[in-house]
């Protein structure tokens, strides 16, 4: 978020017609959160994400002849700092699943309310998720499956958390689709404080984020470890 505490955001959809509708709908809540750009297609996307440095891209799974965005991705994520919330009118759970795997913060569909879009695109810019609630589990099994089909070491570094690190660790499972804040207050410690924890406990457990500390937390049976 900006300093001024405006969300900006940057939509890609190759529908005309629903781009002018999205506009509309975010920038009647000015001053909150402002369109910034409107891409419809890959090549837009890119130059766009880099020119404008929004804080949510809102992105249409299926972009038209340009295929699936999820084959770009990785690299639209690569070349921004902005959090990524997928926009699409399929209902598939593999496709919504894939798309928070390769880093996007959650799915939205098309469908829902204007009053629902808008809560997504807050959530995700506050950092965190908006996923529906079979989500994490069902990621975490895809996870699991797919580790045990390498038949991967033993983890390492789950001895060398303390009983705070543990406590946070539950809470991150307990309320996965949570922003930092309300984990943070729930544990009526500061934001501050809990990234403190987090930044320790990812370096311990070799986990990049909390989506990775979820699944790994799940895998090893660290969520009530501190109960």
């Known amino acids: 978020m900006t300093t001024n ?63 699936s965005t999820l084959n770009f991705l990785p690299d639209l994520l690569r070349e921004s700092a902005a959090r990524v919330l997928m926009l699409t009118g399929l209902r598939g759970s593999d496709v919504h699943d894939r798309a928070v795997e390769l880093g996007a913060r959650g799915v939205v569909l098309k469908e829902e309310s204007p009053d629902v879009i808008i809560q997504a695109i807050e959530k995700v810019s506050a950092g965190g998720y908006w996923l529906d609630p079979a989500a994490p589990g069902r990621l975490a099994s895809r996870k699991v499956n797919e580790e045990e089909k390498k038949a991967p070491p033993k983890p390492e570094g789950i001895e060398e958390l303390t009983e705070a690190e543990l406590r946070v660790v539950e809470q991150v499972v307990r309320q996965a689709s949570s922003t930092s804040k309300e ?15 987090l930044t320790k406990i990812y370096s311990k457990l070799g986990a990049k984020n909390r989506l990775e500390l979820f699944i790994y937390a799940l895998k090893n049976n660290l969520a009530d470890l501190s109960s």
Do not use: C, Y
């Not at 910034?36 to 992105?59: H, M, W």
């Open 5 to 67: 505490g405006t969300i900006r955001v940057l939509l890609i959809d190759d529908h005309k017609s629903l781009l002018w509708g999205l506009a509309k709908l975010i920038d009647g809540e000015s001053p909150r959160m402002q369109v910034v750009g409107a891409a419809s297609n890959r090549a837009e996307a890119f130059a766009l994400a880099a020119e404008k440095q929004p804080d949510v891209i809102l992105l249409d799974i299926d972009l038209g002849a340009d295929g």
């Open 183 to 197: 984990i943070a207050d729930s544990m009526n410690m500061s934001v501050k404080t809990l990234n403190n924890h």
